[in-house]
């Protein structure tokens, strides 16, 4: 199993969060998963309990009938 993957997180401001990602991995099927993917992420807490957060991944695939995919996140937290 071939698999490679980088994280990597800056807290630039108190309340801000950014990150940036690679991955990739050959042993998955070409059709389902992609071949390399990378992105970045930004997230901010409004308090200790409630935060958001949006995240961008693009996809490159080894088969030639799909090109690439591009994956947008955004997710609200809330902790009670």
């Known amino acids: ?16 969060d950014l990150a940036v990602r690679y991955e990739g991995s050959k ?11 990378y992105g970045g992420a930004i997230g901010y807490s409004f308090t ?19 090109r690439a995919r591009n994956l947008v996140t955004l997710q609200l937290a809330l902790e009670f």
Not at 27 to 37: C, G, I, K, R, T
């Open 1 to 16: 199993m071939s698999a490679q993957g980088l994280n990597r997180r800056a807290p630039p401001l108190d309340k801000l």
């Open 27 to 37: 042993d998955f099927n070409p059709a389902e998963m992609p071949e390399h993917q």
């Open 48 to 66: 200790e309990y409630s935060s958001v957060a949006l995240e961008y991944l693009r996809g490159e695939f080894k088969d030639d009938d799909i």
